[in-house]
């Protein structure tokens, strides 16, 4: 009898962690935008929303095989992000907007909920994927953000690929810069200090937040900022807390929208704090800090997050976001509009 | 009979508002940090000890009569740093240590509580009073955060002084960046990515907080950062949410000490959400943030904060802060020690 009792115990405390280890597996997700704003169904044809989709889907599936063959949650968010920078679709990496004075600087950030530990950089130039640099910045330094030459010397120390500044010349975004400069000049009256976001205020950023098998979550986010931009503006993306936050505890958090309103109401971290302190879902502290404390201050956008469980929220109170999502129990879907 | 009760009903609703108004005065308050770290009284003698104290006085002072005189808590806020980043003694404006290079770089943040606006900036070299740039981009722009060149050619547009780079040039400082560069070669096992904080552990920041008489809390933190920084390394001070932020709602903070962690811990934030969400006191919030969460990360620093009704704490998790407060009431107070 003590020997079966004996037997029992091994047993079970053998078979416990790995059943653990299987529910943790069926629970890995994750989650994607390419951007939120005034994006109408009237002015997509049905070519550019299938390209849309499709690029979607090939970063979501990069990230998901990451998840699946039992990779970090860290790396699934860069493997996704670095195919949506490779896309002049999205603004971030190649796609990236350019600056009034007609060059592109990006910013992106990585956090690992597991740690806390956080990279991001911004103003850089000749990085071909920035999500790759923030990892560096989190991985390799005592730091958590960097800019602009000085990140760019810094993320030599990693394999981090660089790319000439022609690399990014895209000509949609550089007639994009024309156009608004001819508006601008229309309203030469606000002059020096007038807004100097798009007209149609499209609020192009990537972000990706996964859960992996491990239980670990990790959030990450990439642009090429305003169009037209001036002064070194840096927005929400590569501010944690603000745009990007990660926290095992909680969730993960990658915002999209107009910036300063995100930074503003420390947007990310916010959602975190909202189910820490006061108990609510993801879903629920989401939903208050866009479609509530956001949207009454005037700040247009949207997030996507994963919590702890795998529960997927991507509220936007814009017209439109891109995103997407794949969960290990094979769920998938990929929207634009409302 | 009716005459009476109409005057009685006039005169209430006449003397109400004037009764809250002289209730809002006696509340007004200031609390001011020079920084935080290994501050030993062993290593202070009574004559250095003296000209801290009597700066951070003088500082509080100029801030207390700005709220005396009915002035906003913002501009109590940048009267106080003004005179903290004239002064040698503290790493901002005037006293900011020297990058790697051998460069002043400083950063400085002003947030206001009651429309949630803010302004940072970041990698400033020529302006005398970084916080008055950062109060420039609050009022002046539709940005939040701006680094570099482009935000002193923004900060142009506001009557910012502007200093000759060799204006922040002190011997003491550029003796400590040759001391550690010595140091760091001797360390050349760590490299490329060595820590590049002070071995003394001294976090080099000024901060202020105010509640003016009409009830509106302001905050603003000013730096110049690490001796011997690389890369472009921006710390907490210039990060809404990490070393900067007010609340009419809550509460306004300011932090000092090793930015990584504060803006891992989204600190200054935290202190705020700890508050709504959790119904902390202000004192509670800020002793959780400082003395538990941060210290379990590693995070040495400290904060200074008041909430809404002129309650005032001043936490700090390392040998000493340079720290001060002053009340409506007359309360005043210069610590330095535990």
Not at 81 to 94: V, Y
Not at 96 to 113: L, Q
Not at 197 to 222: C, H, R
Not at 243 to 269: D, L, M, P, Q, W
Request: proline share 2%; net charge positive.
């Amino acid at each position: 009898m003590k020997k079966i009792f004996i037997l029992l115990v091994i047993l079970t405390n053998g078979l416990l962690p790995a059943q653990q280890k299987i529910q943790n597996g069926e629970n890995f997700a994750i989650v994607i935008h390419g951007g939120a704003g005034t994006i109408l169904k009237k002015n997509l044809t049905d070519e550019l929303e299938k390209e849309y989709k499709d690029k979607i889907a090939q970063a979501m599936q990069a990230g998901y095989d990451t998840l699946k063959n039992g990779g970090r949650s860290m790396d699934a968010v860069v493997a996704a992000i670095k195919i949506l920078e490779d896309s002049p679709l999205f603004n971030a990496g190649k796609g990236s907007v350019f600056t009034a004075d007609g060059k592109n600087e990006m910013d992106a950030a990585i956090m690992d909920g597991n740690t806390l530990k956080a990279g991001a950089v911004a103003g850089v130039r000749t990085i071909k994927n920035p999500i790759t640099a923030a990892l560096c910045v989190l991985e390799k330094s005592q730091h958590v953000m960097m800019v602009g030459s000085g990140a760019e010397k810094f993320v030599k120390t990693c394999s981090c690929e660089f790319a000439d500044t022609s690399y990014f010349f895209e000509q949609k975004r550089w007639d994009q810069l024309q156009k608004i400069k001819q508006t601008e000049k229309m309203e030469s009256d606000h002059g020096f200090v007038s807004p100097v976001e798009d007209k149609d205020k499209k609020f192009g950023t990537v972000g990706v937040v996964a859960l992996d098998k491990a239980g670990n979550i990790a959030a990450g986010t990439s642009t090429g900022g305003m169009t037209n931009k001036k002064f070194g503006r840096v927005g929400d993306a590569p501010i944690i807390g603000a745009g990007t936050y990660a926290n095992n505890k909680t969730c993960g958090v990658s915002c999209t929208g107009h910036g300063e309103y995100f930074i503003r109401a420390v947007a990310a971290y916010d959602v975190s704090a909202l189910m820490e302190y006061k108990g609510l879902s993801v879903e629920q502290a989401a939903a208050e800090v866009v479609m509530k404390k956001l949207k009454s201050m005037g700040g247009e956008g949207g997030l996507i997050a994963i919590d702890k469980k795998g529960n997927i929220t991507m509220p936007f109170n814009s017209a439109g976001m891109y995103r997407g999502y794949m969960k290990g129990n094979g769920k998938k879907e990929i929207l634009i509009f409302k």
